[in-house]
């Protein structure tokens, strides 16, 4: 369309031809005429000299497929069926449905709809008279008459009677869009008889719905008389009038906001504050006033007056009846696709096969570490010629010079082959419990939760770590027997072969004991220290830096706090030799190192196990999440749903914007195109 002030109606071929450049890039024009022309004919029941047409209902049933009339009635949709019918013959042609539907598609289209309703003439211009008389005709009787000799109309057509200029296209869409904001002081004045600047919450309710019912949830329209409650006194001012319907014009961005700012909130609830604060670090201007920001929390916070709220509180607020339905639908369609048992055993192999590399990695580098802390926490200190080793230190010392680096290593193939699947199960089903946990709207979840995932995930994982750490124990601890007694040493599979399956999980309770308050305390606190120190979000991950930083910090507290229970462990899976104590279970063994060795001796090893356990699960962790960066489940995921969406929104895009369409006239009225039968309507030309 010309931008000029010349506004001519082309012919229909004229029009078709203008129209095909603004098709969708998605969709090709072949493809998008064959679309059109499957709609046609699917809803034309009319049939002349072997030619179809559409009559009204086929139209409206054609441009909202689905549409339940609730927000926009059916005869309203009928507007745009006089849009369409240029011939004013009641029928249209399927050359006349693919002008409209291209029409559709142009950027302006919600406004140059509104406008060729007005423009009756068809001239490009749309005088005062014009206005009135089609505004008029499509209101009913009972609503407020709209003063025409206003001063805000005057700024746009000019004071003298005998000169007011004709609006364009550009000028008339301004004034439409401006023209509710008038409506509204036009009406409260009207209810203000006293001019006190106050009406009743009754007369309030009636402004909004006139003007905004089709903006606003049902939720809200049944809750609109409290806004008297905000502050002291049973009426309401001009002032908080006009703060509601600002809160209604930019309630896309009062979703927005919502969203990001839940995101950030530790807890998945906001407050005020934390609202003003997301919108002035998101806007460049200040956007909400403190009084709409009342009224955003008045409405959404209704029933919960602790004045923190969740995105499900403002759910309410905001009218999920404009979701458009048709793109949800295939959208879910494909995700449901994805959440297959299939799918999600791929996804569970996926975070196994991630697990069980990070997780080898991770033992390699701290293996000496580990080696170190066995033969300190095997080490009786009452048994005469046992103390070989004074400390951590000189027990790697000792190691190096009799054993040699290998010595260091000694058991590392074992270690290798288990720790894959140990610690793969660990991330795997950890990651699961935390999703099935967390609350679905806002991804929060309690650190009660937290723990359970995190000791969920350490007792399944005992599966594999009771038998690899036997075998390993008894590896480890042959390198110091050889010093003192000349035997030969066994292989690992010697071992598993003398243990047997029973003897692979003895002091497996001792396992559970240690595992599963470590990892309850491991992954809370690392998910609470990428989160509160390092201000990791969905949008803004951590640097490999601070994922070791805090994957090592984690690691501390859950190994020292868990060492009694690895000593217990220890004395029960090693291999008992002549003259040291016998254990025969956790509660015989903590009695026995008790009363043997003291209180200290549970925490034999502490040191090393902190320095083992803190830089391994650092460097797992690390190497676990920077893999799931590098090979993203989810990119394969997205680009279906970016592929589905793409189209999606191109073939729904008529539909979205005859919505829109009548959305901008309905800002006019909300019964705007609902007029008695017996009304003569202006049929535009």
């Not at 580098?365 to 300190?376: A, E, G, N, S």
């Not at 993203?632 to 895009?653: M, R």
Request: glycine letters at 8%; proline letters at 4%.
């Amino acid at each position: 369309m010309s931008q000029s002030t010349s506004f001519p109606t082309p012919s229909a071929s004229a029009s078709l031809e203008l129209m095909r450049p603004t098709t969708s890039d998605l969709i090709s024009s072949e493809n998008l005429f064959l679309k059109q022309k499957k709609v046609f004919e699917r809803f034309a029941s009319v049939e002349i000299s072997g030619q179809k047409f559409m009559n009204q209902n086929d139209f409206i049933s054609a441009i909202a497929p689905g549409e339940d009339y609730k927000k926009i009635q059916k005869e309203q949709f009928g507007i745009l069926f006089r849009i369409a019918d240029k011939e004013k013959k009641g029928l249209i042609s399927f050359q006349d449905f693919v002008i409209f539907e291209n029409l559709l598609l142009k950027p302006d289209a919600e406004y140059e709809i509104a406008f060729r309703l007005f423009d009756v003439e068809g001239k490009g211009t749309i005088t005062t008279e014009q206005f009135k008389k089609i505004l008029f005709s499509n209101i009913t009787p009972d609503s407020i008459p709209f003063d025409f000799d206003c001063e805000w109309l005057k700024l746009y057509v000019g004071r003298d009677p005998e000169k007011k200029h004709e609006l364009a296209y550009e000028e008339f869409t301004q004034l439409l869009k401006g023209l509710q904001s008038e409506r509204l002081r036009q009406e409260f004045k009207f209810y203000d008889k006293e001019g006190t600047g106050y009406i009743t919450p009754d007369n309030f309710k009636k402004i909004i719905l006139s003007i905004a019912r089709h903006k606003i949830s049902d939720y809200v329209v049944e809750h609109l008389p409290t806004l008297c409650n905000i502050y002291a006194g049973n009426k309401i001012n001009y002032a908080s009038v006009v703060a509601f319907h600002n809160v209604v014009r930019q309630m896309d961005m009062v979703e927005r906001i919502v969203n990001k700012a839940v995101v950030a909130s530790s807890d998945g609830k906001i407050t005020k504050i934390d609202f003003l604060n997301t919108a002035s670090r998101e806007t460049r201007f200040s956007l909400f006033t403190p009084l709409e920001a009342d009224i955003i929390f008045h409405f959404a916070g209704l029933g919960n007056p602790s004045g923190r709220l969740s995105r499900q509180d403002f759910a309410q607020l905001l009218d999920p009846k404009w979701e458009r339905r048709e793109i949800k639908s295939i959208t879910k369609k494909q995700t449901k696709q994805h959440t297959g048992v299939g799918w999600e055993i791929l996804h569970q192999t996926y975070s196994f096969a991630l697990g069980s590399i990070a997780g080898a990695v991770g033992a390699t580098v701290v293996y000496p570490i580990d080696l170190v802390k066995t033969r300190m926490q095997n080490q009786r200190s009452k048994v005469v010629g046992e103390l070989l080793y004074r400390n951590s230190i000189d027990c790697f010392k000792k190691v190096v010079q009799n054993e040699g680096l290998a010595g260091l290593y000694s058991g590392l193939g074992p270690q290798l082959v288990g720790v894959a699947p140990e610690k793969a199960i660990k991330l795997t089903v950890n990651d699961f419990m935390r999703s099935l946990l967390k609350n679905k709207d806002t991804g929060f979840i309690p650190l009660h939760y937290e723990i359970l995932s995190g000791g969920i995930a350490g007792g399944c994982q005992v599966i594999f770590t009771n038998p690899l750490e036997i075998v390993k124990i008894r590896l480890q601890i042959q390198g110091e027997v050889a010093k003192n007694i000349d035997i030969p040493r066994k292989s690992a599979v010697q071992i598993v072969k003398e243990l047997g399956l029973f003897g692979l999980y003895r002091g497996a309770s001792a396992c559970l004991l240690r595992d599963i308050p470590f990892s309850g305390i491991y992954f809370s606190t690392y998910a609470h220290l990428k989160k509160d120190l390092f201000g990791e979000t969905p949008d803004k991950k951590c640097s490999i830096i601070e994922l070791l930083i805090a994957g090592a910090a984690a690691g501390m507290p859950a190994a020292y706090l868990t060492t009694p229970a690895d000593v217990i462990k220890t004395r029960l899976q090693v291999e008992t030799r002549k003259g040291q104590t016998s254990y025969n279970g956790i509660f015989d063994a903590c009695r026995k190192i008790f009363h043997e060795e003291g209180f200290k001796a549970f925490f034999k090893g502490g040191p090393a196990r902190v320095l083992r356990s803190s830089p391994q699960f650092g460097t797992t962790l690390m190497v676990y999440e920077i893999l799931q960066r590098l090979l993203p489940w989810s990119s394969s995921e997205e680009k279906v749903g970016k592929v589905v969406s793409a189209v999606t929104d191109s073939g729904d895009l008529g539909y979205l914007k005859s919505r829109n369409a009548l959305k901008i006239l309905l800002d006019l009225d909300y019964k705007f195109g609902v007029v008695p039968k017996s009304v003569n309507v202006p049929i535009p030309s």
